[in-house]
């Protein structure tokens, strides 16, 4: 699979949903796609800014920021959170979307947590993988639970 990968300065690119990447960052040719929604797909861009690898979907008409993702260790929210850290949530703290993630709604700056997945169970020759570890059961002995951040996302349509 191959992807466009660059490396930008913080003032090229501005990571927010909306704006527009400037055409000669783009591929010539849109050859591969990510899931930004329970069942929109749209091309992609691997970036790194300030050392940070993002994927950045886009409006393959109007190069529009659609959706943005990072799983970096090195990324880092206003308020401290980086992948591995762990959020105390309540049941209505959670958004499943459908085939797609799973997010707690705890955002000030626009960067929701993702706490999993909501993918089907992958078989591989040995082993079931289970991808989505959050069920209803989660609470049954409390009205909080403890989740590990997996990554990071704004946007998604």
Not at 16 to 44: A, C, H, M, W
Not at 55 to 77: L, P, Q, R, V
Not at 121 to 149: A, G, V, W
Request: charged residues 25%; glycine residues 6%; negative net charge.
């Amino acid at each position: 699979m191959l992807f466009s990968s660059f490396s930008f300065c913080q003032s090229d690119i501005k990571l927010e949903i909306g704006n527009k990447i400037d055409k000669k960052f783009l591929p010539d040719s849109v050859g591969n796609f990510i899931l930004t929604n329970q069942s929109q797909f749209r091309p992609y861009i691997k970036v790194l800014i300030d050392s940070i690898e993002y994927t950045i979907a886009y409006d393959k008409d109007s190069s529009e920021i659609k959706y943005i993702h990072t799983t970096d260790k090195n990324f880092k929210t206003p308020k401290g959170l980086m992948i591995g850290s762990k959020l105390l949530l309540k049941r209505d703290e959670i958004i499943t979307y459908p085939s797609w993630e799973i997010r707690s709604t705890n955002s000030d700056d626009g960067w929701y947590p993702i706490i999993g997945y909501d993918l089907p169970d992958l078989i591989s020759k040995n082993d079931t993988i289970r991808m989505n570890p959050i069920t209803i059961n989660s609470f049954i002995d409390s009205d909080y639970e403890t989740f590990k951040i997996m990554g990071f996302s704004k946007g998604g349509n």
